[in-house]
């Protein structure tokens, strides 16, 4: 059985374990509710992670629409991307998926000398990063430029009340 094979026939195993090292990343309190709790309405976080780690996964076997691996992706990148990681926090998940990998099937590849195998497959995993990558700046990009209208709004509402007050002060005047 190839790697692939080997992938495909334990994704779900495999999502679960990649969904728990993403969960890793996360404070212990944070990781305790969102473990315990596997209902998308009360963790929705949690069932993000677990939803795209289960859709990558035979996405990364098959490699042959970018379009459904960015869609699988852009949940995690956004929630991500929103919280208090750096950059290379944010998007980790996706290299540590290749340690993952490599802790699974590399004793097992390399006593059958097919250790390219898993190379090529991690380099699958590289172009994942990338496309995560793109994601997670879009995300940024939107949440800077939000931030940049709400401080406009601001601004617009502070004028008003300024010149509603300079109306008021002329009407008390002509009085």
Known sequence: MGLTDSIAARSEELAHKWADIV????????????RKNHDRFTNPVGDAI?????ELIPLLLAWNDAGAVAKALEQ???????????????????FLFKKLLRQEFMSE????????????????VDNLAVIAFDLYVAARDQIARMRVEEI??????????????????AVHKAD
């Open 109 to 124: 590849l390399a006593a059958k000398g097919e250790l390219e195998e898993l190379l090529r497959f991690e380099t699958r």
């Open 76 to 94: 995690i990148v956004k929630i991500r991307a929103v919280q208090d990681f750096n950059p290379g926090q944010a998007l980790s998940f996706i």
């Open 152 to 169: 406009k709004r601001a601004h617009v509402n502070i004028v008003r009340r300024a010149n509603l007050m300079k109306a008021d002060v």
């Open 23 to 34: 969960l890793g990343s996360y404070p212990e309190q944070t990781q305790a509710v969102w």
């Open 50 to 54: 677990l939803r795209s780690t289960s």
